[in-house]
């Protein structure tokens, strides 16, 4: 049985990919932080009690801070791929928290290739490491952004990921690792954090209309970003580590749709205007932004056979559908008295 360690196994991409691999008949580890609530929502419904008979996910504490935590659980896991899919990856939060940023993000890699590394030296098993890129490291690159276009990172955050990427391809050129560096373009879905622009749109569409909410505030609206659908990339992921050669591989839909364009359909979905709805809040914009990602992605869905399955309309149309449910569950609850925490309208 071929087994899978996952960084930010709880995180968007994470839980999307420990269900794949679940599927295709993989043990599957993953790394969890510390913390003083339960941060294991988005794979709650994976988990097994690990007293029962058959378990194929099991769950490790441990940090991209922590060097000598990660060696532990590659060593005991015996990984043949690992997915580093861990890091703090709102943009925005990297222009306040760019120091810790650096360090999951960049450092945080570089410890894991080595942690990787050391277990091969010594055991001479071969491990596949997917490494999470994205594109952000093109930033102010105009677009279409293809494999060979030079990065410009516009984000503390951009740039360790930008030294992550750097790592991989230096510890495959160094060390003969398998390493694949995925660039991947925005990719959202009904598990996307709601502090992220589209999952705050949707999220306010299905609150005001059930009039739990007024107004959604947001920043620049003129930014545009190529997004896809994330069950569609994990997959990317996996056909990655199956080739015979590692690689970098560019992910993208081939289309870019700007904020606005997102907002004016999402409440189109439920029959609003978003103009009556939407203000700008100055607190949303960034120090530098990144205005335009569209990436060109032809040779990759050549090489690994993959396609996007989910379009920009049917992404929309999902995660309205979704936070239209939620919020219904929300009103429910403020009916009967309880208090409806509207965090996302005001954080992110
Ligand atoms: P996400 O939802 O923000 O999940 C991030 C994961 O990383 C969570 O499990 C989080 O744990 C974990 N994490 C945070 N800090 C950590 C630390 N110090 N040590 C270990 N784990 C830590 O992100 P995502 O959207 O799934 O993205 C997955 C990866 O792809 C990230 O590396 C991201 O930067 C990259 N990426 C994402 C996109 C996209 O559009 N989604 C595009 C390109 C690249 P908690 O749950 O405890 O916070
Ligand atoms: N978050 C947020 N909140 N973004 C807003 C808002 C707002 O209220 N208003 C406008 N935006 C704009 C941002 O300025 C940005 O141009 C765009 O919406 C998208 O922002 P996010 O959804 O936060 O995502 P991102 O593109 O900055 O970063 C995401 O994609 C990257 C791949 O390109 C993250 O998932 C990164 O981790 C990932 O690498």
């Known amino acids: 049985m071929k087994r899978a360690l996952i960084t930010g196994i709880t995180g968007q991409d994470g839980s999307y990919l420990a269900e794949l691999l ?3 008949g993989y043990e599957v580890h993953g790394i969890i932080r510390r913390a003083s609530t339960f941060n294991t929502d988005r794979i709650d419904h994976l988990y097994q009690d690990p007293h029962e008979e058959g378990v194929r996910l099991f769950l490790h504490y441990g940090d991209l801070t922590d060097g000598t935590g990660l060696r532990r659980i590659v060593e005991s896991v015996r990984p043949h791929e690992v997915y580093n899919l861990g890091a703090q990856s709102h943009v925005k939060v990297s222009f306040d928290q760019p120091e810790y940023t650096a360090d999951v993000v960049g450092t945080g890699t570089l410890r894991l290739f080595d942690a990787v590394r050391d277990y091969c030296d010594t055991t001479g098993c071969a491990v596949r490491i997917y490494q999470a890129g994205s594109s952000e490291m093109f930033g102010a690159a105009p677009p279409p952004q293809r494999l060979d276009t030079p990065f410009y990172p516009r984000s503390p955050y951009a740039v360790a990921k930008v030294a992550g990427y750097w790592y991989g391809v230096n510890y495959r050129e160094a060390y ?12 959202e879905s009904e598990r996307r954090g709601e502090t992220f622009v589209t999952r705050k749109i949707t999220r306010a569409v299905g609150r005001i209309k059930h009039g739990l909410q007024d107004k959604l505030f947001l920043g620049n609206l003129e930014a545009k970003r190529d997004w896809g659908y994330a069950p569609d990339y994990v997959e990317a992921m ?9 690689g970098d591989y560019l992910i993208a839909t081939g289309e870019a749709y700007s904020v606005r364009e997102f907002a004016e359909a999402a409440f189109a979905e439920v ?6 709805y939407v203000e700008i809040d100055p607190r949303y914009f960034r120090p530098t932004e990144v205005d335009y990602l569209l990436g060109e992605a032809t040779a990759t869905r050549e ?7 989910v379009g920009f309309a049917e992404l929309v149309k999902r995660m309205v559908a979704y936070d239209l449910e939620l919020a219904a569950q929300e009103k429910t609850l403020s009916d ?13």
Do not use: C, Y
Request: proline content about 4%; hydrophobic content about 40%.
């Open 176 to 187: 003969g690792m398998f390493i694949a560096n995925g660039i991947l373009f925005n990719h």
């Open 336 to 348: 009967a008295g309880h208090k409806v925490n509207l965090r996302s309208v005001t954080h992110g």
């Open 238 to 246: 996996w056909l990655m580590l199956q080739q015979d050669v590692p």
């Open 271 to 276: 029959g609003l205007n978003w103009q009556d």
């Open 303 to 309: 090489q690994l056979g993959w396609q996007p399955k």
């Open 22 to 24: 679940l599927e295709k």
